[in-house]
C-alpha cells in the first residue's frame, strides 16, 4: 500500500521537507496543510515590503502551490489548518473536519509572536506572515506616528521600514542597547548610535499599557497612531503539549534526524529544538537557513537517506539603512553562561584599501575561549562584506577553529573591497596576544 507523508505547515521547513522526501521516494503520497494561501514563503521580505521596495506579494513565495502540485506531485491543502494530532491513529484533523492518515509527519508550523499584556486598542500590529503583509502595508501606510515596541531584529528593520516610508517612528526597547540578544554591550552600542540617527529611541523602557492613542511606559506616555510589536516570537508548540516531548527552550525536542520523542514524526524549522554547535547546549534558533536545512534532513531521512543535521552556530543578520549587522556563534554574555571563560578582541577597521574611494567603516569583534583557544563567536558591524565574513567564521566554528587557525585563514585581497589585512585576521591578531 501507498505510504502517506504528512506535512504541517508550507513555509521554508515544510516545503524543503516535502520537497526532499518527494525526490527521494517517488512513490510517497505527499500532503501539504498549510493554513494561507501562501507556500514557500519568506517572512524575511515584509519590512522591505513595507518600506515599498516590492509591491507584488507573489514575491514572497519561492514558488506558488500550483508549481509544488504540478511539478513536484505534492498535494497542496491551501487555506486550511490542521487542528489536532492523533498521535495513536496517526491522523490529522482539519478544521474542515476531515481527517487525513499518515504514516510520515513533519511538524513545520514555525513560530508565533509573543503577545504583550494590557493592550486596550485594535490599532496593533504584528509583522508576522507574508500573507497579510498587504493589509498590514495598507494599514501602516494610513498612519503617521507609528511606536515600535522592541529593539530586536524586527523592531529594528520595521524602524528603517517606517521611517524610509516617512512615518515618525518611535522604537521603544527595555534593553539599554538594541540588538541586546545579537550583540554584547561595545557593539551594541554601535549599533544604538546609528539607529538613534532617525528614529525616536527610547531605551531602558518597560512599556505598561497600549491604548488607542498612547503607548504609556515607566518612563512616559507617547501619543502615536499605531503600535507594532516586535517583542520575538516563540515555537508554535500548542497543538503537542503533552503529546511529543518539549525541550527546555519551549521548542519540539528533535534528536540529529529532526526526529521527535515518536517515532515517524519529524519537526523542523521554527517549531524545533536542536543543539548548539559551540556550546553543545539545545538551543531555539529560528531563522530560514536553519529552517530550510532542517525540513531538507527530515525529508531525507524520510526518504530513506540517512542524513544528520549537524546543529547550529546562529548565523544571523540584519541591516539598517547602510550598514549591516550581524553575530555568529556565542556572545561573551552566552559564552559565560554555557561555562567559558571568553576572551574578545574589538576592532574598527575601513572596508577596502586606505587609496581606494569609497571606504566603510567595519567592526569586528572576535570572541574566544581563553583555555582551549578555540573560536567561539563573532560580531560584526560595517558598511560593506559583513556577511561574507560572518559566514567564514559560521565555518571556523562549525570546524572547531582556534585562534591561531583563524589568524592563518586565508582572506583574500582585493584593494576594491578589502584590505591586505582583513579585519578578521587583525581581530585574531589581538585574540594570539591576549
Ligand atoms: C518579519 C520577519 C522577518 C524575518 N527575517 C529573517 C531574515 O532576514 N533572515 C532569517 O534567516 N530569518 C528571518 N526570519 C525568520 C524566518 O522567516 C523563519 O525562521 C522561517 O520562516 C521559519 O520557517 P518555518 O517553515 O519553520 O516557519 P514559517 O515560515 O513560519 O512557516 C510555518 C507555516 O505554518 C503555517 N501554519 C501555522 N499553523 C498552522 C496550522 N495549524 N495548520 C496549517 N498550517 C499552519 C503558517 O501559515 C506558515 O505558513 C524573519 C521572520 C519574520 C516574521
Known sequence: MQETLVVLGGGAAGMSAASRARRLRPDLRVVVIEATKMVSHAPCGIPYFVEGLFDDENLFMTYTPSFFERERKIEMIMNTSAKEVNLDSRTVRLDSGKILEYDWLVISLGAIPKTPQNVNTDRVFYVHHPAHALELRKQLWSLNKIAIIGGGILGVEMAEALS????????????????NKMFDEDLGNVATELIKKNVELHLNEETEEIGNGYVKTDKGKYQVDGVVLALGVLPNVAMFKGKLEIGETGALKTNSTMETSMKGVYAAGDIAETTHVVSGKPVWMPFAPVA????FVAGSNIGGKATIFPGTVGNMITKYG??????????????????YNPVSATIKAKTRARYYPGAKDIYVKLIADEKSKKILGGQIIGGEEVLGRL???SLALMKGTNIEEMFFAEMGYLPAISQVWDPITVAARQLLKA
Open 322 to 339: 547602510d550598514m549591516y549587522m550581524g553575530k555568529v556563534g556565542l556572545s561573551e554574555i552566552e559564552a559565560k553562561q554555557a561555562g
Open 292 to 295: 530550510n536545512k532542517m525540513g
Open 391 to 393: 559566514d567564514v567564521i
Open 164 to 179: 524610509s516610508v516617512g512615518k515618525k517612528t518611535i522604537l521603544i526597547h527595555r534593553g539599554k542597547y538594541v540588538l
